[in-house]
């Protein structure tokens, strides 16, 4: 990984940065010279080393800037650059950055973790734009006595697990499986993990924030109002302010956690047995996530689809194996395919490590992880994939012979909640979530357009099996296929509700609402962010393209 990265930096420094040198000087110098005039800090000499710029300390900006870029895809000459990275070390850092970008007329992006799958939040279509980098929040408050914990946005989900090891072995938070990924973006888009079934989205047990919005005021829950509150909790952070910290409720998890990972070819049957998944697993115990991967494979020098079934019990393997004997007999799971684990040794199990050589305090790692050049796309089935319909996408994965697919089942937690309990609106009534899936290590740009179109055939080959009017997707794997903020006013509105509501659906409008009434002028906007209501914006923001 150390090598990777070192290569990283060293390509990348090579690179000319497209950004105009005198541009970015006259920036850096008033935009620095607004922050010093920004109480509570005026005239604090050490505002300059949390300011970085091509042009004045270039070395340490193209390592800043590289250091959370999680998709190599985005990481070449031609990516746009931030005129100014800016990496607050405190609350009013923040302020008067938005402040000061205010006055300037520079867009912000807001980076916590870099997985942004297209990069939206280290990236940008407008020609000037600043990059408010979140890394130095990383700090965990666990509160075992109120089951609670406060986490900073610029924390990775590892750490946020790490911390409630520390204090317990029967708490853990239901989110995702990478431990790199950002706390601020992984919250704020809905965020899941393996206990999704159990205890729902990672939003569902948000109960207070801290932002700083467009006017530079810190708020919480009370003193934002339960609109806002309710919209940054799966609307995504980055349309209505800069989100500091989450306080998240813990959930109980036993002392036992099982897991496995069992696969099949087409050979071995692989074709009735995901059919049958999708007919139990939705309605099985709410303790069982059973993901399922579908890629093409070569056995014996032939091509052929695989199923690979990974599950994570909230119990032992006794209690598992009762309950697939009883439900999905067609898996064959036996009592030497489980592994009993502890619930944080179970998130280094779906992290991809042994848990028998493996010290819990990988993940404190902050880049434990493999970058690869990579692209997602999202879908929801919601009527059971016909067994002839399997047989074909098996088919189509071996024939455009990398991009996999990824089931992830709902059910349980996630039928009790109305779809607009949160801005992530894709509950009841839906069997399981596709993420289509496809990484590299090539750095070839005939290859990267063989692979995104490889997605995009899949994409469009599943349309029959996927959810209709709107074909919903799933914010937190943003995909700029399916549509990107253009223009301003009406026409920023009508592009903005394309995706908002494949994103949003019924919950699309009252976003636009909140956004609206907390942020009028649209300063806090990206490629894919809540708009405006037309007629409603005073400021004028620039006119956006779509990124290449």
Same mark, same amino acid.
């Given at each position: 990984?150390?090598?990777?990265?070192?290569?990283?930096?060293?390509?990348?420094?090579?690179?000319?940065?497209?950004?105009?040198?005198?541009?970015?000087?006259?920036?850096?110098?008033?935009?620095?010279?607004?922050?010093?005039?920004?109480?509570?800090?005026?005239?604090?000499?050490?505002?300059?080393?949390?300011?970085?710029?091509?042009?004045?300390?270039?070395?340490?900006?193209?390592?800043?800037?590289?250091?959370?870029?999680?998709?190599?895809?985005?990481?070449?000459?031609?990516?746009?650059?931030?005129?100014?990275?800016?990496?607050?070390?405190?609350?009013?850092?923040?302020?008067?950055?938005?402040?000061?970008?205010?006055?300037? #007329? /520079?867009?912000?992006?807001?980076?916590? $973790? =870099? @997985?942004?799958?297209? %990069?939206?939040?280290?990236?940008?279509?407008? +020609?000037?734009?600043?990059?408010?980098?979140?890394?130095?929040?990383?700090?965990?408050?666990?509160?075992?006595?109120?089951?609670?914990?406060?986490?900073?946005?610029?924390?990775?989900?590892?750490?946020?697990?790490?911390?409630?090891?520390?204090?317990?072995?029967?708490?853990?938070?239901?989110? #995702? /499986?990478?431990?790199?990924?950002?706390? $601020? =973006? @992984?919250?704020?888009? %809905?965020?899941?993990?393996?206990?999704?079934? +159990?205890?729902?989205?990672?939003?569902?047990?948000?109960?207070?924030?801290?932002?700083?919005?467009?006017?530079?005021?810190?708020?919480?829950?009370?003193?934002?109002?339960?609109?806002?509150?309710?919209?940054?909790?799966?609307?995504?952070?980055?349309?209505?302010?800069?989100?500091?910290?989450?306080? /998240?409720?813990?959930?109980?998890?036993?002392?036992?956690?099982?897991?496995?990972?069992?696969?099949?070819?087409?050979?071995?049957?692989?074709?009735?047995?995901?059919?049958?998944?999708?007919?139990?697993?939705?309605?099985?115990?709410?303790?069982?996530?059973?993901?399922?991967?579908?890629?093409?494979?070569?056995?014996?020098?032939?091509?052929?689809?695989?199923?690979?079934?990974?599950?994570?019990?909230?119990?032992?393997?006794?209690?598992?194996?009762?309950?697939?004997?009883?439900?999905?007999?067609?898996?064959?799971?036996?009592?030497?395919?489980?592994?009993?684990?502890?619930?944080?040794?179970?998130?280094?199990?779906?992290?991809?490590?042994?848990?028998?050589?493996?010290?819990?305090?990988?993940?404190?790692?902050?880049?434990?992880?493999?970058?690869?050049?990579?692209?997602?796309?999202?879908?929801?089935?919601?009527?059971?994939?016909?067994?002839?319909?399997?047989?074909?996408?098996?088919?189509?994965?071996?024939?455009?012979?990398?991009?996999?697919?990824?089931?992830?089942?709902?059910?349980?937690?996630?039928?009790?909640?109305?779809?607009?309990?949160?801005?992530?609106?894709?509950?009841?009534?839906?069997?399981?979530?596709?993420?289509?899936?496809?990484?590299?290590?090539?750095?070839?740009?005939?290859?990267?357009?063989?692979?995104?179109?490889?997605?995009?055939?899949?994409?469009?080959?599943?349309?029959?099996?996927?959810?209709?009017?709107?074909?919903?997707?799933?914010?937190?794997?943003?995909?700029?296929?399916?549509?990107?903020?253009?223009?301003?006013?009406?026409?920023?509105?009508?592009?903005?509700?394309?995706?908002?509501?494949?994103?949003?659906?019924?919950?699309?409008?009252?976003?636009?609402?909140?956004?609206?009434?907390?942020?009028?002028?649209?300063?806090?906007?990206?490629?894919?962010?809540?708009?405006?209501?037309?007629?409603?914006?005073?400021?004028?923001?620039?006119?956006?393209?779509?990124?290449?």
């Amino acid at each position: 990984m150390l090598l990777s990265i070192i290569f990283f930096l060293c390509s990348f420094s090579c690179f000319p940065l497209n950004i105009g040198a005198a541009d970015s000087k006259s920036i850096y110098e008033s935009l620095l010279q607004c922050l010093t005039l920004q109480p509570p800090d005026q005239h604090d000499p050490t505002l300059s080393t949390i300011v970085y710029s091509s042009a004045f300390n270039s070395t340490s900006y193209t390592t800043v800037l590289q250091e959370y870029i999680k998709n190599r895809r985005l990481n070449n000459t031609s990516t746009p650059k931030p005129i100014l990275i800016i990496t607050p070390t405190k609350e009013s850092h923040v302020q008067a950055t938005i402040i000061c970008a205010k006055k300037l #007329g /520079v867009q912000i992006k807001i980076r916590s $973790g =870099g @997985h942004d799958y297209e %990069g939206i939040s280290y990236i940008s279509s407008e +020609k000037d734009f600043i990059v408010l980098d979140m890394f130095n929040f990383r700090d965990v408050n666990v509160n075992i006595a109120t089951e609670t914990a406060v986490v900073e946005a610029g924390a990775q989900l590892g750490e946020l697990y790490y911390r409630i090891w520390e204090k317990s072995r029967v708490h853990g938070f239901p989110a #995702g /499986v990478c431990p790199t990924v950002g706390v $601020g =973006g @992984h919250l704020s888009g %809905g965020g899941y993990g393996t206990m999704l079934r +159990k205890y729902g989205l990672s939003v569902d047990h948000v109960i207070d924030a801290r932002i700083v919005d467009a006017k530079g005021r810190i708020l919480n829950r009370k003193t934002m109002g339960e609109d806002l509150f309710w919209a940054i909790r799966g609307g995504g952070g980055g349309s209505f302010g800069v989100i500091l910290s989450y306080t /998240v409720k813990l959930v109980p998890v036993p002392a036992v956690n099982t897991v496995f990972r069992i696969t099949k070819t087409v050979a071995e049957n692989a074709t009735d047995i995901v059919y049958k998944w999708q007919l139990a697993v939705p309605h099985i115990d709410d303790r069982l996530f059973i993901r399922v991967l579908l890629q093409p494979v070569t056995v014996n020098k032939l091509k052929t689809g695989r199923a690979s079934f990974v599950g994570h019990f909230l119990g032992d393997s006794d209690a598992l194996l009762a309950i697939m004997n009883k439900n999905f007999q067609e898996l064959g799971l036996k009592k030497e395919d489980c592994l009993e684990v502890s619930w944080v040794q179970s998130v280094l199990y779906w992290a991809n490590f042994d848990v028998n050589t493996t010290a819990v305090e990988i993940l404190l790692n902050r880049h434990s992880d493999n970058v690869n050049f990579l692209k997602r796309k999202s879908d929801y089935v919601q009527t059971p994939i016909p067994k002839s319909g399997l047989t074909s996408i098996f088919n189509k994965l071996v024939e455009l012979g990398k991009i996999g697919l990824v089931f992830n089942p709902y059910g349980g937690k996630m039928n009790e909640l109305p779809a607009d309990a949160t801005p992530f609106p894709h509950r009841a009534g839906n069997l399981f979530k596709i993420q289509y899936s496809v990484n590299w290590n090539d750095n070839d740009p005939e290859l990267e357009k063989k692979y995104l179109d490889q997605a995009k055939v899949l994409y469009k080959f599943m349309t029959k099996y996927v959810s209709k009017n709107p074909r919903g997707a799933f914010l937190n794997y943003r995909d700029l296929d399916i549509g990107v903020r253009t223009g301003t006013g009406k026409n920023a509105y009508n592009s903005g509700k394309v995706y908002g509501e494949k994103y949003f659906m019924g919950n699309f409008n009252r976003l636009v609402m909140v956004k609206t009434a907390v942020d009028p002028d649209n300063f806090f906007r990206n490629e894919q962010s809540i708009p405006t209501l037309p007629g409603k914006s005073t400021g004028k923001p620039r006119k956006m393209t779509t990124l290449t």
